[in-house]
């Protein structure tokens, strides 16, 4: 309770700054960001056969972690969020329901990282994009007449904020059961480089039971001074949820 008086105050204080002396885009923008927010967006929607999560709600689920963060153990917040929903985890054979995820990054935005980059990237794709936005650069609301001295005591007031943001990445393989025991055809194609000179493609088929689904999921958490552990918790719960959400 004391942490969130402080904060307050010191909000307070760093716009009664910004209207008496003009302050700048940086403070500006940390107020503005001063609620925690979390965004989460999926690359394909998904959507399962109504039939067959009312006859075999039941659910294998593999998670792997390719991520630098290895603190949350993202299998047991998807396997919790499905149990409350109804399923049963049980074995790849009798699921009626296959979930293959992997969680590709989990920290904080880095150059050159965005989630819209993440994003569009789609499963399997990289993880790069382009820095999107930037300073509009147009004039504040006292132009360029504002003094040097409010600009000064402005610069120092945004100082004390930066906006952060946070953000995960996972790619998930979702595999439904055809009923009636009924097979497709599916086939598989590669392209790969082998050396600088040579390239191989080629494609194999066979048959299933399973109609296969793919998708990438991207959570982002944005907030002034935010709490790195609060943030990682709440994207991982977020990404859990939005699995679980698919069904």
């Known amino acids: 309770m004391q942490v969130v008086i402080k904060n307050s105050i010191t909000l307070i204080f760093a716009i009664f700054i910004l209207a008496q002396l003009g302050?700048?885009?940086?403070?500006?923008?940390?107020?503005?960001?001063?609620?925690?927010?979390?965004?989460?967006?999926?690359?394909?929607?998904?959507?399962?056969?109504?039939?067959?999560?009312?006859?075999?709600?039941?659910?294998?689920?593999?998670?792997?972690?390719?991520?630098?963060?290895?603190e949350i153990d993202m299998a047991e917040l998807i396997r919790t969020d499905l149990h409350n929903k109804g399923f049963k985890i049980t074995g790849p054979r009798e699921a009626g329901f296959i979930i293959q995820a992997n969680l590709l990054y989990l920290g904080e935005k880095k150059t050159g990282l965005t989630a819209d980059g993440m994003l569009a990237g789609g499963f399997g794709g990289g993880l790069t994009g382009a820095v999107m936005g930037s300073s509009s650069g147009k004039a504040g609301v006292y132009g360029v007449a504002g003094?040097?001295?409010?600009?000064?005591?402005?610069?120092?007031?945004?100082?004390?904020?930066?906006?952060?943001e946070?953000?995960?990445?996972?790619?998930?393989?979702?595999?439904?059961?055809?009923?009636?025991?009924?097979?497709?055809?599916?086939?598989?194609?590669?392209?790969?480089?082998?050396?600088?000179?040579?390239?191989?493609t080629g494609s194999m088929s066979r048959r299933t039971a399973h109609r296969e689904f793919r998708t990438r999921i991207?959570?982002?958490?944005?907030?002034?001074?935010?709490?790195?552990?609060?943030?990682?918790?709440?994207?991982?719960?977020?990404?859990?949820?939005?699995?679980?959400?698919?069904?």
């Open 23 to 70: 302050g700048c885009a940086k403070t500006m923008d940390a107020i503005e960001h001063r609620e925690l927010d979390v965004q989460g967006k999926m690359s394909d929607t998904i959507f399962l056969d109504p039939m067959l999560l009312v006859e075999n709600p039941s659910v294998f689920l593999r998670v792997t972690n390719t991520s630098n963060f290895q």
């Open 147 to 164: 003094s040097l001295a409010g600009a000064a005591a402005g610069a120092v007031v945004g100082a004390m904020f930066s906006v952060d």
């Open 166 to 200: 946070y953000l995960g990445a996972m790619d998930i393989r979702l595999m439904e059961k055809l009923p009636n025991g009924e097979e497709m055809e599916l086939t598989n194609s590669s392209d790969t480089s082998n050396g600088s000179a040579a390239r191989s």
């Open 218 to 247: 991207v959570v982002n958490a944005c907030q002034t001074n935010i709490d790195s552990k609060e943030a990682t918790t709440l994207i991982a719960n977020r990404l859990a949820g939005q699995v679980s959400g698919i069904f």
